[in-house]
């Protein structure tokens, strides 16, 4: 029975009613969609040798006859161990299997076979549980092995046999991407990649394979933002009058002078806001670099038009503290709307301020949107941490139905390399803030190891007795949470016991009632409270300039990105500030990631860096794009992203409505309509 595209993957060998149902959950129904379940890595068995040929501590695969094999009781356990020797005219080599006593069955003498696994010698010469392929044949042995991941009842070779069988239906795949691109990139045909990937012949074709798919998966990215930022020019937005007499008055009246990077960010905003169509852009600084009165800048330029701006924050601790400072940057009322606060309703008095005109400004959380709190004549709407806010909740804001659609400012304290930031954030215009503040000291990083943990907590007292604070911030809450890892309950009754013995703690977690958090921040701010041990809550914005020192207990399970976000809650004043990273269990990588830290106070930098140590995964997906996930591409692949960026540019240029390639058309439809339904 012939096998396409569109077939059940019940119709192929081996794939019954339960391995069925396991490929289901999966998302895999279709033959189609298992060509499409790409291996998570891979085993080089492609060394062929014969018994007598091995060496200790190689991987490969022998090939031979089955001289004997018999299975025998483990002394001391009731494990059973078979042993057999395979040979050839090289000579011969023992095989040892253990508790798999059904082979002894199953394996006879005389046979050929080809087993794969490695060489060792810790029995004398042998290769011990080896997979095993009988006859001559290459799907599990003897090549690069594919590596799937499993669910259910389904066997690894079950999904290997599978998948190849399902090859030759890749023939009739539509090669979406136009013959031009492909040339001018080297890249092979689609079938040929899906072959390379499942069951490559040599490592070359295995990359040719990954390179091909890497880039359908970031070209198809590239159209789709494309197509939203074509669309928000068909969308009429609420035109803000460039005020320069204003955004002048505004800047002379703040307490401190803006950098210049400050400047050229508030000029590209207020220009877009002075436009038809709505704006989208993204502000990415470094911690501490000032986004919050750049995002005032405009607020104040929206609310001088006569509408209204709306600031979002991730968590209602940095609501509370950005209506504090967008407050002072106005000089005005503003408004603040949490979900633990009484939503907007007939009688509320956020909304009496806002339909009075008494305010301009709302501050809430991401959850307004969520609760779709109707606010009228809003101009802009202002993003923060826009990580946790994709693409597709930004184009949902145009669809106001016959209204004009809201300016959208998202910002990220998150550094990203520009490419790497125009790839993932495709569908936004980018400013970037890559000065700090004049006055600001570099906060001293240290990486302390536990010989020299009392000195620093010694340190960590004379500062705060001194009338400094400090941050304690761990992994988890509670030490049941998690074994290995100190909890907040559990360092925070160390210290009140040991070496901070006498000052005031306090603690802060996710746990905790909004008020009590908002009490534990309020405690600290005015400085009731001299130490606070948290978790990761005061990840993003808490601002305390009191605070100069951040002790990060378990560095190494947190990543650098999120290090550096911590270590910027200190070093905002004047004041010397201080970074202590205490570890737990360093490996090498972890070792290099807390080094970077002791090396570089630059985001930027540190970014760059984080590229480089981190491994390949996915840290695009939903969360941050808001199309379908990446399966292969990583954020090490800048050049491939590069490449695919500038080719949908051209291709565009050429036909912006793509009347030419409609296979481009259809793919980016099709993926569309996928977001949709998910």
């Known amino acids: 029975m012939a096998i396409h595209l569109n077939s059940s993957v019940s119709e192929l060998p081996g794939i019954g009613g339960k391995a069925y149902q396991a490929l289901k959950t999966l998302g895999v129904s279709s033959v189609q969609e298992l060509l499409w379940y790409v291996p998570f890595r891979y085993d080089d068995f492609s060394i062929i040798k014969g018994p007598g040929e091995v060496v200790a501590g190689e991987t490969c695969t022998v090939r031979g006859t089955l001289q004997s094999i018999k299975s025998r009781p483990a002394k001391n356990s009731h494990m059973k161990i078979v042993d057999a020797v395979i040979e050839d005219e090289t ?3 023992a095989v040892i299997w253990f508790n798999q006593s059904y082979l002894e069955r199953t394996l006879r003498p005389g046979s050929k076979l080809s087993i794969a696994g490695r060489i060792d ?3 004398g010469l042998s290769i011990v549980n080896p997979i095993i392929e009988k006859g001559t044949s290459s799907t599990h042995t003897g090549r690069i092995v594919p590596v799937y991941g499993l669910t259910g009842s389904i066997t690894m070779r079950r999904l290997r046999d599978a998948i190849k069988v399902s090859l030759p239906a890749a023939e009739e795949m539509v090669d979406w991407i136009p013959n031009e691109i492909l040339e001018k990139e080297s890249l092979i045909g689609l079938a040929e990649a899906l072959r390379g990937v499942h069951f490559p012949e040599s490592r070359e074709e295995l990359d040719q394979a990954i390179i091909r798919l890497k880039f359908d998966e970031l070209f198809l990215h590239q159209m789709m933002f494309a197509r939203v930022r074509s669309e928000r020019t ?3 937005a609420h035109k803000i009058p460039l005020n320069e007499e204003l955004l002048k008055t505004f800047v002379e009246g703040l307490p401190f002078k803006l950098t210049t990077a400050q400047r050229k960010a508030t000029w590209d ?8 169509h709505p704006m989208n852009r993204l502000l990415e600084g470094d911690v501490g670099s000032g986004k919050s009165v750049v995002a005032a ?11 209204i701006s709306v600031y979002l924050a991730p968590t209602e601790i940095l609501a509370a503290q950005q209506h504090i400072a967008i407050s002072s940057f106005l000089g005005e009322p503003v408004s603040l709307l949490t979900r633990s606060m009484k939503k907007i309703g007939g009688d509320d008095a956020s909304r009496d301020e806002i339909l009075s005109g008494k305010t301009r400004c709302i501050v809430g959380t991401h959850a307004l949107l969520q609760d779709r709190v109707s606010i009228p004549n809003v101009g802009l709407i202002v993003v923060d941490e826009q990580h946790r806010f994709g693409v597709e909740q930004r184009h949902a804001l145009l669809d106001t139905g016959d209204g004009p659609a809201p300016h959208l400012l998202s910002m990220t304290a998150t ?3 520009r490419s790497l930031a125009l790839s993932i954030y495709g569908d936004l215009d980018l400013s970037v803030l890559d000065e700090m503040p004049p006055g600001r000291k570099p906060i001293a990083t240290a990486l302390v190891p536990a010989a020299q943990q009392e000195g620093m907590w010694q340190h960590v007292r004379e500062l705060v007795e001194s009338g400094q604070q400090a941050f304690v911030v761990c992994p988890l809450i509670d030490p049941s949470d998690k074994l290995g890892a100190k909890s907040v309950t559990q360092v925070e009754k160390e210290l009140s016991k040991g070496s901070l013995k006498g ?3 306090a603690t802060l977690h996710g746990r905790l009632k909004p008020d009590q958090k908002e009490k534990a921040i309020q405690d600290f701010r005015s400085g009731k409270t001299n130490v606070l041990v948290s978790t990761t809550v005061v990840e993003v914005g808490v601002d305390i300039p009191g605070a100069t020192v951040m002790v990060i207990v378990g560095a190494e399970r947190f990543g650098l990105a999120q290090l550096h976000q911590l270590r910027g809650r200190v070093g905002r004043s004047d004041v010397q500030s201080y970074c202590y990273l205490l570890p737990d269990n360093l490996t090498e990588n972890s070792e290099a990631r807390l080094q970077a830290m002791v090396e570089s106070n630059n985001g930027f930098d540190l970014a760059e860096k984080d590229l480089l140590l981190r491994g390949p995964g996915n840290v695009f997906g939903n969360a941050q794009s808001g199309f379908p996930d990446f399966q292969l591409a990583t954020p090490a692949d800048v050049d491939i992203m590069k490449k ?7 291709l565009l240029d050429q036909d912006a409505l793509l009347e030419s390639y409609p296979h481009v058309r259809d793919r980016i439809e099709r993926s569309f309509d996928k977001v949709h339904l998910e």
């Open 91 to 93: 000579g011969e080599l």
């Open 121 to 123: 010698d810790r029995y």
């Open 234 to 236: 068909l969308v009429s």
């Open 269 to 276: 905003i207020v220009q877009d806001l002075d436009k038809p």
């Open 297 to 307: 800048a405009a607020i104040k330029s929206v609310a001088d038009a006569g509408h």
């Open 415 to 417: 550094p990203i390399p």
């Open 503 to 505: 000052l005031k703690l």
């Open 644 to 650: 695919a960026r500038e080719r949908a540019a051209e």
